[in-house]
Each structure stands twice: as C-alpha cells, then as structure tokens.
C-alpha cells in the first residue's frame, strides 16, 4: 500500500523567504511519481511540479524545486522568495507504477505574511 | 496544460433530492476520469476510476448505488449522488487523464450543499 505523510499542518514564511514543505513517501514499488499541487481558497487543484522516481536530477519549475532524497524516501517542496499568493494549502501526492491512481498526503497550509 | 470543468461549481439541493455532477475535458480524449471527495480542511480522498465505456471502479467504503458514475464518453464524465443527505455535503472534485498521459488534470470542484 501506499502512503503519504506531510507532517506540517501548518507553515508561516516572510515574503520573499524560501520555505521547504516536508513530504515522506512509503511504497514496496521501484517505478513511482511523486506530484506536489497547490490548492487556494478557490479550490481548484493546481499543479506544481512532478519527480520521477528515475529521475536523476531534481525537478524544478520557475520558483518551485523538489528536493528528491529516494534512500531517505523523502520529496520536499522548496519554494523560493515566497510570494503573498503563495497562501493555499499543499499536497503532496504519489502514483504508483502504471499510471493508476494518486495517493495525497494531508496537506500543509502555508501562510505568507508581508 | 489540459483544461478540465466542472459544472455546477456550486449545488444547494433537498434531502432526499439527486443531484448530478458534470466533468469535462475540453481539449483532451480522457481515457480516465477521477472522483474525489474533498471535506473541510482534510486532503482528497479518492471514491472512483472510471474509464471509458466501462464500469467504474469504486474505493472502498464507497457506495456505488449513492453515488453513479457514468463515463460515456472520451470527454465528459458525471457523478450521480442519489438520494442525497447533509452528510453528502463536501467538496467533489474530478480529474482526467489522457491516454498514455502521466499528469491527471483537476477540474475547479463542486461544492455541494444538502439541506
């Protein structure tokens, strides 16, 4: 089975700060993906960035980057020079082999302040 | 990226009404489409895949008769809540694939509302 454990219910960063948000993963298969999406008030699922579990760099996208650790099974979200639009909540999800479904971690909400 | 809706954005329906649910892909063939159910300040938790012209394939503890998934076609997939109570009330939220594709692409959710 798998799991997704984000232990930070909730994170505070000063704009223009990098803030890491945590994410461990559990899973017995060698071929996985792990996703990171943004969710605002609003609701709707944003996505933000995936790491392969092949993949030999760590993903970036623009302000976003994944700091993949696959010994320690860990995949955390560092966001750099934080934004007050940055404010949502965060999930952290992972696919098995396949492509089936998505597995979500409880989301960390992360509040930037000015 | 693919864009996916979700219509109505907002449902206030009767106890003991159905209500249903439309998820769309606008500029993909979904081969796949995903239901979740989201509550106040809890992650999503995963109640169907449906593929289509096939039967969905309900998560357990999900009741397949209370809430009917139809996938007919390669762009549009609804969700049938039947017989709704206030406990039904929550935050549904569709997702779909492509084929071969790697991302699922969420629609903006549903907010649904039993009295």
């Known amino acids: 089975a798998q799991k997704i454990t984000q232990t930070q219910p909730g994170m505070f960063v000063q704009e223009k700060e990098a803030v890491t948000l945590d994410c461990t993963y559990d899973t017995s298969d060698q071929s996985y993906g792990l996703f990171w999406y943004k969710q605002p008030s609003s609701g709707e699922m944003i996505f933000l960035i995936y790491?392969?579990?092949?993949?030999?760099q760590n993903a970036t996208e623009g302000r976003y980057s994944l700091n993949f650790q696959k010994a320690r099974k860990s995949a955390n979200l560092v966001i750099s020079a934080s934004q007050l639009g940055d404010s949502a909540m965060y999930f952290c999800?992972?696919?098995?082999?396949?492509?089936?479904?998505?597995?979500f971690g409880k989301g960390t909400m992360l509040l930037v302040s000015p | 990226g693919a864009v996916v809706s979700q219509h109505p954005s907002r449902v206030i329906c009767k106890s003991g009404t159905s209500v249903k649910i439309e998820c769309r892909s606008l500029?993909?063939?979904?081969?796949?489409m995903f239901w979740y159910r989201q509550f106040p300040k809890q992650s999503l938790m995963l109640m169907a895949t449906s593929n289509e012209g096939s039967k969905a394939t309900y998560e357990q503890g999900v009741e397949k008769d209370k809430f009917l998934i139809n996938h007919a076609s390669l762009t549009l997939s609804t969700l049938t809540v039947t017989s709704a109570h206030p406990e039904d009330s929550s935050f549904y939220i569709c997702?779909?694939?492509?084929?071969?594709?790697?991302?699922?692409?969420f629609g903006p959710g549903t907010r649904l509302t039993v009295t």
């Open positions: 500029d993909f063939q979904a081969t796949t």
């Open positions: 999800a992972l696919r098995n082999s396949g492509y089936s479904t998505l597995t």
């Open positions: 790491q392969g579990s092949y993949d030999e």
């Open positions: 997702s779909a694939r492509g084929g071969g594709g790697r991302e699922q692409y």
